[in-house]
């Protein structure tokens, strides 16, 4: 089981703990940039939208409306 968890410590000792975790092979510690890495794929679709909504913007519509509209389905 893979999962990834952005972590603040609050205590001096957490680092500590976290370091053994790493030393036991528990856990690996991932740059952040590798964490939240967005597909390129993702990244152009975002850019088509908004160029698409900046020559349309009567398309846009409000959250509450967004919102109403899922909920009645």
């Not at 972590?7 to 590798?34: F, H, M, Q």
């Not at 152009?44 to 409000?62: A, D, H």
Request: aromatic residues 10%.
């Amino acid at each position: 089981m893979s999962q990834i968890y952005r972590i603040r410590t609050k205590k001096e000792y957490a680092a500590g703990v976290i370091e053994d975790l790493c030393k036991n092979d528990a856990v690996v510690l991932v740059p952040e940039e590798e964490a939240f890495d967005v597909p390129q794929w993702q990244k152009e679709e975002v850019r088509k939208r908004i160029e698409k909504y900046k020559q349309n913007p009567e398309l846009l519509v409000s959250e509450k409306v967004f919102f109403d509209m899922r909920n009645e389905e």
